[in-house]
């Protein structure tokens, strides 16, 4: 899933502070599931975004409102009723989703009130860890289930550099280092000859270095 | 002969050689590089030029190996994957060719978060061994990595680095036969204080006949005083100090540790001159240039041959 | 001018809090009636926006009073409700209320006496604080 | 106490004693239906373990844990109390029983005292009060008649009588109370008196008594409470200093150890001077020295060895094998000096201590023998109630039953057991009450009982119309703050249709008034403002039921317990406070809705898994009350490891009994064996439990539906090897020599030496549990062997003798006969080795300092118990059971409920919970049996109203709430949204308040009923 955190509330603040009417949007699907944009931070946000703006002695109103999925535009469309009320738009989607606002509603200010993170799964209870950096030519396959690119800090395809300490990143020790988890499956899946086969360099094409993506299923598209 | 690098000249004369390193100014005080260079001069076949160390700016070894040269010193480019893409690498290497630069070292580079610029991006277009492929590529093949025709081809005498101490230790040997594949034609380590673990991995890497595919030379580093044997031993990633280094280092009066340093390493270089594979040693001995040429006496490896 | 009388607000588990504050009672252990009760199952049922609605309506204080560590009636409702107390502290400052106006208790059941000593030492440092500053800007608008 | 005469009818039982014991048979048997009349001697329940800090081996505050889950409703249904009370006499038989029952003055009239308090503040010295002696009693106890109301007053020690009763604002004090009596008539009887303490004074070697720093374990234990006499500072009494270095005793008053000591064996000062010492360790750690003086250390419960140790690897205690001789203190010396001689040693230590803690044992009490003479029942040569072997809880005389320490000195997890298993004895001779509603055998019941509950009002779309009802509760609330003037301020609040005052709404009057008011009116939400809706919610839920509203339309302002006796000497501020408080009920209620309790109908059989002694007596008891029980056995026959064994250490032929036992179980018309079955699958939850199972050779399906579930799997006998075992003929386990002793005495007879290896594959890192039997079994075959050939040397060698109880008796009598007791430690093990028919043992006697050889006839090894891994394992999995680390079943809790799993619906019994004996599998058979009662006796499943609901819209299926429940219960369900099972919600309300999504709401404390609350509270400082 897109894991968020929630922008340092001055930021917000400092966004919101020309407008007197606010639409806070929430979103109900990977933001609620890494608890930075759902339908319960949109109350604890529009809570501490009126209290911060009363102790200024301004009264922010704010609409609260949760969307299925913001970055559909069948679901964004139900906010054209409330809209109008509204000076502004504080969206607590990831990207995805502020900007789908944006382009639907092309007259009215769009605030991020997250900083979209990474992709990741949720290791425990409230502990989300990045996973993948969507660059197109998976390369799972080959790494015994382990990312070099999302989980080395070097994204070496021929690792582990010599900064590798007990199992742990040279950045630091609370990062695991990617090579040695590979290396360890590798050798639980008794497929430790793969480790000298040199990984070429990588085509960056499918991923950010050939610019924006998009993908069209020609079968489904209209 | 691959190249005209003369560290290639002396490795392939059986000798063994010795290299050290000369970290290139934070500015544009040139008289700082060569008054260190002018320190190795007779002292040493080659010498390392750093590339953005730690991750902290410095004039870049591209334009610091230029002045080296001109000196009549033979610098060893040093290049990291993760400042600069594939592009900006090769069209550096060619530069440095064409200014006499012939041999070079290809690394991955510490990461940023060590250096004085912890909010750069870190490039890491390709790493290490890809960069030895790259470069190889351009010598063997004549072609760019994209593939493209070279007009007159860099021949470059490729090295790169090991850490014979890092975990997974079990893949060290592995690491190195990785870069041994793609193409490495030396390699200098990680400085060695446990000479126990490091001969343990020579074995290895013997075992591999690694040592015949490329000439080893064995990094060393003098230690100031028993607080730098405490850092390296705590601090720095991949070092593997031996407490019994460390006792021994606090256990000469300070005014006498760097004696005691210079000592340690001398017998270091003693013991590892009889290690099977090492073809040679690499000193790094940081911002204490003016020791190298007693410590290369003191190991017996002077007058350097000439080739 | 009359001195500041803050009200403060203690969310209070079922089977310890609300207990031991039933026990101050009937010891007739007397406390600043500044403290107002809210009753809960447990003390990992206070809900972040439920703290800050009460700040918002303008309580100067607040505290969440839960079971003694191990004795939680819920297994660890106790400890949830510490973490949860400390992350909201963190963002009563970024609000500018000041997160010392919130804190986490432990209690048992038959510490009646602790109950009125929490009331007494948590009045006395919310009214060093001065009153709630949305409230007070609230009023003076 | 009118309800006493309301139930004439011998269709009740009597418990007598207050303590954990019999409260827990009080409450099982109300839970089971069954009317009780529990008495006690003192002015409040609770009896010794209120007096405990904390309890071993969890060393938490457990009564405030587990306050259990159970229908108050029932408790105050069934259970009437008497405080000051006793026994006299008892005349009948067993199902029809008259006792004479005397009851001590109280000179309070309790149906009018307000517990306000004033007699106590103005005549302290005569006036007793209970509850602050314990702090805990409220959570666990907390039905009306048990709570603070226990006020009682020593007349005697009044100096103005009248000035006493003139002080009571209430009237409530009544100088002419006398002593009285009565005649009622009982089903059946429990004893449950408890036992006394020895009393160490009369020792004069220990100083106690008489130096104030030397102090019982039960005295240290009130110095360590927070509600103790020194507020929780661990100070010595000599000087007010914090001790250094603290010593405990053991056996003081047990063992016969000192003169006047009892004979027996008390079974808990070992675990409860280890429990102090702990806990002195977790308080102070590296400040206080702890050191304990004992003999054996007696550490053989579920799971004590490694409490055992943890105190010693981990806390650090220190331990001394010794006996000491004398605590004094030398004039001038700041500490007691404590001398005594280590057991390996033949000298003389001394040592100083700052303080020194006598573990002092049980002893019988006045109160014991008193009791068993009035219902004339036997008791052994200790005092102690005297029990059949094979029949754990039955006094001499039929229909009177025993638990707890009367029976014999025992800890609380298995005075639990017995309590449990005396309420299903007792439930057997006693018809069920029928509920409310249903029609009661004529004259059974008093007629306003009967009265069924209107049909509920349907209010919704109604706009809220609130009754706000103040309560005086006399000087209480009416005292403090001006009544009327709340009334008339809360009427002027938008909703409320009236707000009035009653003199006490909890009075007969005042709820009668309330529902009239609900009736005229029309109201549909009401506010009581009153005392605290702990003690008195569900009274009121019950009483505007009874006027047709949703019980959970009532809110209730604590404007007693939390404001007017607060703010007792300042009104103004109480009547603010109280104001808020209405105020935020009365917003709160105004967004209560109806809820409907979950009720779903209960499956009254009961399936049994696994066919021993414990399965088949729990069986046969459930079977004996009519219930249809299945009997699943994995092997082909009945019995168990019972099979194998043929006496018991008492002498009672254990092959008789399983024969019986297996005759009675296969003949029975209620219970339905079903042998060679294998348990594959299990659905469902208590009251409508699902169980497959393969049968037979063939493995045919079959599926059960039960609504309770015990599980008496059993364990297996240990059979490590070790010291030839296995590979010589004369080496054999006590199981085998047991079986040989009996079927070829000759063989035995000829036997010259004998050796006993005690724990053998126990107390070993790989089982570090102690298996509790086998030093009996090592006993009773010494003893046996002794018999056949009193010649005979047998050496039993051992790490510490763990004959509890009235084992200590046999023990004894086993050292008088000549067996040779000899020590060993760990890490110098006897070494065995073949010497043609025999083995020679060879070890080191610590006493002597020498190392020793015999030719053994035989080698007896104490292998004791492991558990059933494979078995425990496979069916934990099934069920979803916790096991411990060593593979058996873990209790619900491991003090309070041994016999409940903490899966609801199921109970376990026997070995499958921990090494035991066949009479105390019996007893928590039986124990499991009264258990499955309580549940059994319900003709419907009450899942309640305050469980976490999910809105399926607003769902994301996070995960969040499924991880963070502390029971597990929420999944996530085919539709992909989160499902929470509300039979198995226990309400805490934590998902509610962690779902990112907010599509979790507990009902009762909804989100908005919270915030209307809080609007309330608050609403005057925003106007």
């Known amino acids: 899933m897109i894991t968020a955190e929630r922008k340092p509330l ?6 919101v502070r020309p407008f007197d009417r606010i639409l806070l949007v929430g979103c109900n699907e990977c933001v609620t599931v890494c608890a930075a944009g759902g339908r319960k931070e949109v109350g604890i946000l529009s809570s501490a975004l ?79 860890a990045e996973r993948c950096q969507g660059c197109g030519d998976c390369l799972l396959g080959i790494t015994g289930g382990i990312c070099p690119i999302a989980r080395c800090s070097k994204q070496l395809l021929n690792g582990p550099c010599g900064g590798s300490t007990h199992g742990k990143c040279e950045i630091s020790p609370d990062v695991d280092c990617a090579w040695q988890l590979i290396w360890d499956r590798l050798k639980a899946l008794g497929l430790e000859n793969r480790y000298e086969e040199i990984i070429p360099a990588k085509d960056w094409r499918t991923g950010r270095g050939g610019g924006p993506r998009k993908i069209i299923r020609e079968d489904l598209a209209e | ?124 277009d390709i790493d290490s061994i890809q960069f030895i492929q790259m470069v190889r590529q351009m010598r063997d093949e004549g072609t760019f990595q994209g593939g493209a025709e070279i007009d007159q081809p860099p021949k470059m005498f490729i090295g790169a680095a090991a850490n014979p101490f890092a975990d997974p230790f079990e893949l060290r040997v592995a690491r190195l036969a990785k870069k041994v594949a793609a193409g490495v034609d030396f390699i200098q380590t990680q400085c060695i204080y446990n000479l126990d673990k490091f001969e343990q991995w020579m074995e290895g890497v013997c075992a591999r006949g690694l040592h015949e595919k490329c000439p080893i030379l064995a990094g060393i580093t003098p230690m100031k005083s028993a607080g730098m044997a405490r850092y390296m031993k705590n601090k720095v990633p991949g070092m593997d100090v031996p407490q019994e280094l460390v006792d021994r280092m606090a256990g000469v009066p300070k005014e006498k540790q760097a004696e005691e340093g210079i000592k340690i390493c001398v017998e270091s270089m003693q013991r590892l001159k009889e290690v099977k594979g090492v073809a040679g040693f690499h000193i790094m001995a940081i911002e204490w240039e003016q020791k190298v040429s007693e410590i290369v006496e003191k190991a017996g490896l002077l007058p350097r041959p000439t080739v | 001018m009359k001195p500041f009388e803050p009200v403060i607000v203690a969310f209070c588990c079922h089977y310890c809090a609300y207990t031991a504050a039933d026990m101050a009672g009937s010891q007739r252990r007397c406390y600043p009636p500044n403290v107002r009760i809210v009753r809960v199952p447990c003390s990992g049922k206070v809900d972040t926006i439920h703290i800050l609605k009460a700040f918002e309506k303008g309580a100067d204080g607040i505290y969440v009073a839960g079971c003694l560590d191990g004795d939680c009636h819920f297994k660890n409702g106790n400890i949830r409700a510490s973490r949860r107390v400390a992350s909201v502290k963190g963002l009563l400052d970024e609000i500018g209320i000041g997160g010392e106006r919130l804190e986490m208790v432990k209690i048992s059941a038959g510490m009646g006496d602790r109950f009125a000593d929490i009331a007494e030492q948590m009045t006395e440092k919310i009214r060093k604080l001065g009153p709630n500053p949305i409230h007070a800007a609230r009023t003076a608008a | 106490m009118e309800t006493i005469e309301r139930f004439q009818t011998r269709n009740k039982v009597l418990v007598v004693g207050g303590g954990v014991g019999g409260i827990r048979t009080a409450l099982d048997l109300a839970e089971a239906g069954r009317d009780v009349v529990l008495i006690d001697a003192a002015n409040a329940i609770g009896g010794l373990m209120t007096h405990l800090d904390r309890t071993f081996p969890t060393n938490n505050c457990d009564l405030c844990t587990i306050s259990p889950n159970m229908s108050e409703e029932n408790r105050s249904r069934h259970i009437d109390l008497m405080t000051l009370t006793r026994i006299i006499g008892l005349e009948g038989a067993a199902g029809d029983f008259t006792a004479t029952l005397s009851t001590a003055p109280r000179y309070i009239d309790l149906t009018r005292c307000t517990a306000c308090g004033e007699c106590r503040r103005r005549f302290p010295e005569c006036v007793d009060f209970s509850p602050g002696l314990d702090h805990r009693a409220p959570t666990c106890m907390r039905y009306p008649q048990a709570t603070p109301q226990a006020f009682s007053i020593d007349l005697a020690r009044c100096k103005d009588k009248q000035a006493l009763a003139a002080c009571c604002p209430a009237g409530a004090i009544v100088l002419d109370d006398a002593e009285s009596r009565r005649q009622m008539r009982f089903g059946a009887v429990v004893m449950a008196t408890g036992a006394g303490i020895f009393d160490p004074s009369a020792l004069d070697n220990f100083n106690y008594g008489k130096d104030p720093d030397v102090v019982t374990s039960l005295e240290y234990e009130r110095i360590l409470s927070a509600s103790g006499p020194t507020g929780g500072r661990l100070v010595r009494g000599s000087d007010g200093k914090v001790p250094e270095k603290i010593a405990w005793i053991q056996c003081v008053g047990s063992r016969g150890l000192q003169k006047g000591a009892a004979p027996y064996c008390s079974s808990v000062c070992c675990m409860f001077a280890l429990k102090e010492a702990i806990v002195t360790k977790e308080r102070f750690a590296d400040q206080i020295d702890t050191t304990v003086f004992f003999m054996d250390m007696r550490t053989f419960g579920k799971d004590y060895e490694q409490y055992y140790q943890r105190s010693r690897d981990e806390y650090g205690l220190r331990f001394v094998r010794s006996r000491p001789h004398s605590v004094m203190r030398r004039p001038g010396e700041d500490r007691l000096t404590v001398t005594f001689a280590p057991y390996d040693q033949s000298v003389v230590k001394e040592e100083g201590f700052d303080m020194v803690v006598l573990a002092t044992g049980f002893a019988v009490s006045e109160e014991m023998r008193k009791t068993a003479e009035a219902l004339g029942i036997e008791l052994n040569e200790h005092g102690f109630a005297k029990t059949p072997g094979f029949n754990p809880v039955a006094t001499s005389r039929q229909g009177v039953y025993v638990c707890g320490m009367f029976e014999s000195p025992k800890d609380i997890p298995e005075t639990m057991i017995q309590a449990s298993a005396a309420a299903c004895r007792a439930a057997a001779l006693v018809a069920p009450v029928p509920a409310k509603g249903v029609e009661a055998p004529e004259g059974e019941m008093a007629e306003d009982e009967l009265e069924p509950f209107p049909p509920e009002r349907d209010v919704t779309g109604e706009d809220p119309k609130v009754g706000v009802f103040i309560c005086e509760c006399g000087e209480n609330i009416g005292g403090v703050v001006n009544v009327q003037a709340l009334a008339k301020d809360a009427g002027s609040l938008p909703g409320v249709e009236t707000a009035e005052v009653l003199g006490y709404s909890c009075s007969r009057e ?82 209560a809705r109806p809820l409907t309790e979950h009720l779903l109908p209960m499956n009254q059989d009961v399936l049994v898994v696994g066919g021993g002694v414990a399965g088949m007596t729990a069986a046969l008891r459930l079977a004996d009350q009519g219930y249809q029980v299945f009997l699943a056995e994995r092997r082909s026959m009945l019995g168990g490891i019972a099979n194998l064994v043929r006496k018991t250490l008492e002498g009672d032929d254990v092959q008789a009994f399983v024969r019986d036992l297996i005759d009675r179980t296969l003949a029975h018309e209620n219970l339905q064996v079903i042998t060679s079955a294998f348990i594959v699958d299990h659905s469902g939850m208590p009251g409508m439990f699902k169980t497959g199972m393969q049968v037979g050779p063939q493995m045919f399906y079959r599926q059960i539906n039960h609504g309770v579930t015990i599980m008496a799997t059993g ?29 070829d005495s000759d063989r035995v007879a000829a036997w010259e030496n004998v050796v006993m290896i005690q724990c053998v594959g126990s107390r070993i890192p790989e089982n570090p549990n102690c298996s509790r039997i086998c030093c009996q079994a090592a006993v009773k075959n010494a003893l046996r062997i002794k018999e056949l050939n009193s010649e005979a040397r047998v050496i039993v060698l051992y790490r510490d003798m763990r004959t509890y109880g009235f084992q200590e008796d046999y023990y004894r009598k086993a050292r008088e006969k000549g067996v040779i007791f000899a020590r060993y430690e760990t890490d110098a093990l006897p070494q065995t080795e073949a010497a043609g028919d025999r083995v020679l043992v060879t070890f080191t006697d610590p006493i002597l300092g020498r190392t020793l050889s015999v030719e053994a006839d035989a080698l007896m090894l104490s292998t004791g118990f492991v558990s059933d891994d494979e078995s425990t394992e496979d ?100 539709d992909g949204y989160s499902e929470i099972d509300p039979a198995k919600c226990h309400g805490c309300g934590t998902c509610a308040s962690e779902c990112p999504a907010k599509a979790i709401d507990l009902m009762c404390f909804e989100d908005d009923q919270i915030l209307a609350k809080l609007n309330g509270l608050l609403e005057r400082m925003v106007a």
Request: net charge neutral.
């Open chain 4, 875 to 974: 069916l934990a999995a099934i069920f979803k059971l916790p096991r411990t680390s060593d593979g058996y079943f873990l209790e619900d809790h491991i003090k309070l409920r041994p016999v409940d799993l903490p899966a609801p619906g199921f109970f376990v019994a026997g070995t499958a919970h921990a090494p035991k004996s066949i009479k105390e599998s019996l007893s928590q058979a039986e124990a499991a049996a009264g258990r499955a009662l309580t549940l059994l006796a319900r003709e419907s499943i009450n899942l309640g109203a305050a469980v976490a609901r999910v809105d399926d819209s607003k769902c994301a299926a996070c995960l969040i709430c499924v991880r963070v429940c502390p029971y597990g219960v929420p999944f996530i369900n085919a």
């Open chain 1, 50 to 128: 009126q209290m911060a703006f009363l102790k200024q002695g301004k009264n922010l109103q704010v609409k609260e409102h949760t969307l299925e999925r913001q970055c559909d535009p069948e679901y964004v469309e139900e906010l054209s009723s409330m809209i109008d009320g509204a000076d502004a738009v504080l969206s607590m989607a990831c990207g995805c989703g502020v900007q789908e606002v944006a382009r639907r509603y092309r007259d009215k200010p769009v605030f991020p009130a997250v900083n979209t993170t990474f992709m990741g799964a949720s290791e425990r209870q409230g502990v989300w």
């Open chain 4, 715 to 743: 364990a297996l006998p240990n059979r490590p090897s070790a010291y030839l075992l296995g590979e010589h003929d004369a080496v054999m386990t006590q199981l085998e020599a047991d079986a040989l002793i009996e079927e």
């Open chain 1, 10 to 15: 001055e930021e917000i603040i400092a966004y």
């Open chain 2, 1 to 124: 002969m691959k190249t005209d690098s003369v560290l290639e000249k002396v490795l392939s004369s059986g000798k063994l050689a010795v290299t050290s390193e000369c970290g290139p100014p934070r500015g544009a005080a040139v008289d700082k590089v060569k008054k260190k260079a002018e320190m190795l001069k007779g002292v040493v076949d080659a010498v390392n030029v750093t590339d953005n160390q730690t991750a902290m700016v410095r004039m870049s070894s591209f334009a610091a190996g230029v002045f080296l040269r001109q000196m009549d010193l033979h610098p060893i480019l040093q290049m990291v994957t993760r400042d600069r893409n594939r592009l900006a690498m090769q069209a550096d290497i060619i530069g440095a060719y064409a200014h006499g630069i012939n041999t070079m070292l290809c690394l991955s580079g510490d990461h940023p978060h060590f250096g004085d610029h912890p909010t750069a991006a870190n490039v890491h």
């Open chain 4, 510 to 591: 005042g709820m009668k008034k309330i529902q009239e008011r609900i009736r005229e009116l029309q109201l549909n939400r009401v506010v009581i403002g009153g005392c605290s809706p702990r003690t008195h919610e569900l009274q009121f839920q019950d009483t505007i039921r009874r006027a047709g509203l949703n019980k959970y339309l009532v809110e209730i302002a604590n404007l007693r317990d939390q404001d007017t006796w607060v703010h007792l000497d300042r009104p103004a501020e109480a009547a603010a406070n109280a104001r808020a408080l209405i105020q935020a009920a009365v917003s709160a209620v105004k967004t």
